[in-house]
């Protein structure tokens, strides 16, 4: 992410250990649009963030939040504008590295992939941005799209339907042909 955005963090050492340490970020309309504009989007809208972080374990945190935000990307057949409106829970453990790692050791994915290594701030942009990238559909679809049959063939010959491709097409009439011997 651009150092623009370090206004947007929550400093390690100012979060209080027995304190919710809630935040409620609304992020300006400049921000929205260089997030869209790191994650392709067309427009990202009403966005914000809201939660806490609590101490987790001796020397961890974790961040509970709400994201909500309002996403708009090309339809992936006929490239018009597709919204949708996300809601997510965004939940992330951070734990203190035990070491750090040397470019020659390979180190081991945690299973939980919640878990992040603590730093000394929480950047709340980043968390925000990794979010919505994780929760964007993968192949958005405007409800009136539709693909249209898709012919292969060599020139001169009868080319092949999307019903030849398919191989149990055939299989209900060998079916009704079984039952009805007629």
Same mark, same amino acid.
């Given at each position: 992410?651009?150092?623009?955005?370090?206004?947007?963090?929550? $400093?390690?050492?100012?979060?209080?250990?027995?304190?919710?340490?809630?935040?409620?970020?609304?992020?300006?309309?400049?921000?929205?649009?260089?997030?869209?504009?790191?994650?392709?989007?067309?427009?990202?809208?009403? +966005?914000?963030?809201? *939660?806490?972080? $609590?101490?987790?374990?001796?020397?961890?945190?974790?961040?509970?939040?709400?994201? *909500?935000?309002?996403?708009? $990307?090309?339809? %992936?057949?006929?490239?018009?504008?597709?919204?949708?409106?996300?809601?997510?829970?965004?939940?992330? %453990?951070? %734990?203190?590295?035990?070491?750090?790692?040397?470019?020659?050791?390979?180190? =081991?994915?945690? =299973?939980? %992939?919640?878990?992040?290594?603590?730093?000394?701030?929480?950047?709340?942009?980043?968390?925000?941005? =990794?979010?919505?990238?994780?929760?964007?559909?993968?192949?958005?679809?405007?409800?009136?799209?539709? +693909? *249209?049959?898709?012919?292969?063939? =060599?020139?001169?010959?009868?080319? +092949?339907?999307?019903?030849?491709?398919?191989?149990?097409?055939?299989?209900?009439?060998?079916?009704?042909?079984?039952?009805?011997?007629?």
């Amino acid at each position: 992410m651009p150092s623009d955005y370090q206004t947007h963090t929550l $400093q390690i050492a100012n979060l209080k250990d027995h304190a919710d340490n809630a935040f409620d970020l609304r992020p300006d309309a400049e921000t929205c649009n260089r997030i869209a504009s790191d994650l392709r989007l067309l427009s990202l809208r009403k +966005l914000s963030i809201k *939660g806490g972080v $609590q101490p987790d374990g001796q020397r961890g945190w974790r961040l509970s939040a709400r994201l *909500g935000a309002t996403v708009q $990307q090309s339809c %992936v057949i006929t490239l018009d504008p597709v919204t949708t409106r996300l809601e997510e829970s965004v939940i992330r %453990v951070y %734990v203190p590295l035990s070491e750090e790692p040397s470019e020659n050791i390979e180190t =081991e994915m945690p =299973e939980d %992939v919640n878990v992040d290594p603590l730093g000394r701030d929480i950047d709340l942009i980043e968390l925000i941005s =990794e979010s919505i990238s994780l929760a964007l559909p993968t192949y958005p679809k405007s409800p009136n799209a539709t +693909l *249209g049959d898709t012919r292969v063939t =060599e020139p001169g010959k009868t080319p +092949l339907t999307d019903e030849d491709i398919k191989p149990f097409a055939g299989l209900s009439a060998l079916k009704a042909a079984l039952e009805n011997p007629d």
